[in-house]
Structure formats: structure tokens, C-alpha cells
């Protein structure tokens, strides 16, 4: 498994930008597609975007599409999630994961190790 720390979060006007970061250690980063997940207070896990391990290709959830922006620097072992033109209902735990697969899927249960979350909360 690889051990994953969020870090970025915090709170942000309607409209705003924060950028998250995951930093990975104790598996080979460059090798494996990695993702962001969120919880919103009294719902379920929902995915948010998903990278997969050279950075080429992206996917994206149809709520953050075109606001959001997933990436990746494997020189750090550092994953990325750009976040602009928030509204209220981005505020969430975000979890960064990671699985030992090639490509940016959308399961949740495809990624084996998991972040232990950073709060993003977005007022009107």
C-alpha cells in the first residue's frame, strides 16, 4: 500500500480557488492511477476526478467538470486538485486515493489506499 497525506483545504468564499495537494510515499507513485473522492456532511463518498499514472489522461465528475483541474508530479510523488469557481455545495471532507491500476476509473472500490481527508468548506 502507500501512505497518502492531504493537505490545502480550508475555507473559501463562493467563487474562490484552493488548490489540494496529496503526497504519496511507500509505493511507486509514477506507476498507478490515483483520485480525488469527497463526503458532504450526511451523504456518501462521490467521486471527483481521477488521473491516471503518466498524467495523460483525466476524468472528471459532471458537477466539477470545467472547474476543477486534476494533476499529477511524479518528480514529488504529488497529486493536485485545483479548484475554481466554488460553490457552497463543494463543501466536503476530499480524500486522495490510490490503487494499483493504470487508468483513471471511477470506483471507489478500485483504489486500495486512502487519504485520511482535508476540509473544504465554501460559504455564500
Known amino acids: 500500500q502507500v501512505q497518502l497525506v492531504e ?3 480550508g475555507l473559501v468564499q463562493a ?5 489540494l495537494s496529496c503526497a504519496a ?6 506507476s498507478y492511477a490515483m483520485a480525488w473522492f469527497r463526503q458532504a456532511p450526511g451523504k456518501e463518498r462521490e467521486f471527483v476526478a481521477a488521473i491516471n ?5 483525466t476524468n472528471y465528475a459532471d458537477s466539477v467538470n470545467g472547474r476543477f483541474t486534476i494533476s499529477r508530479d511524479n518528480t514529488k510523488n504529488t497529486m493536485y486538485l485545483q ?4 460553490k457552497p455545495e463543494d463543501t466536503a471532507v476530499y ?7 493504470l487508468d483513471p476509473v471511477v470506483v471507489e472500490s478500485e483504489y486500495d489506499s486512502w487519504g485520511r481527508g482535508t476540509q473544504v468548506t465554501v460559504s455564500s
Open 15 to 19: 467563487g474562490g480557488s484552493l488548490r
Open 83 to 86: 479548484m475554481n469557481s466554488l
Open 95 to 101: 480524500y486522495c486515493a490510490s490503487g494499483i491500476i
Open 7 to 9: 493537505s490545502g483545504g
Open 53 to 57: 499514472w503518466s498524467g495523460g489522461s
Open 25 to 30: 510515499s511507500g509505493r511507486t507513485f509514477s
